[in-house]
């Protein structure tokens, strides 16, 4: 009996933990976007494609996940010739990189309807950990995905190098030319996949 017992509990110890559902993102219904002071004007823009796979569970932490990858030529800021200007070599530079890419690997209940992703921004071949507050709040098999994080643009590599002549030139890198801290929101509807 007692040998059977202990077959048992190393079963259960060693069975892989169940995986959490899989949410199909409405991209009608949901935003990736971002916000940033640049002088005097704060700029927000949008990106209108990319793919998100997320895995999740609010009783089922240990087993959600969440992959993110978003298309940086399809950024919109409101401006067409600023949205040229961002996926030029000094800013997202999208013909050596075009994707940005977050792959959330830990995510944890903070409270009521709130989480932590923890996981890997990369952006321009650039990763760093980027953790990602959120609230997940279901009805029946919709969900909203509200969560907002702030991170270094310069960390990335977004903006380097100087431009202008005659004497003007502007840093990229520079505070003055824009904001290093860039807000980094997302707002998403998905459904429960069957």
Partial sequence: MRIALIALLLTALSAPALAAPKWTVDPAKSAVGFEIQVASETVKG????YKADITFDPANTAGSKAVVTIDLASVKSGDATRDGMLGAQQWFNIAASPQARFEATIIKSTGANAYEATGKLTIRGVSKPVTLPFTFTANG????????????RTDFGVGQGKIGSGGQTMDLAAPSTAA???????????????
């Fill in 46 to 49: 949008t990106f209108a494609a």
């Fill in 141 to 152: 098999n919709q969900a909203t995905v509200t969560g907002t994080t702030t991170i270094k």
């Fill in 180 to 194: 290093i801290e860039v807000k980094v929101m997302v707002n998403l509807t998905a459904t429960r996949a069957p």
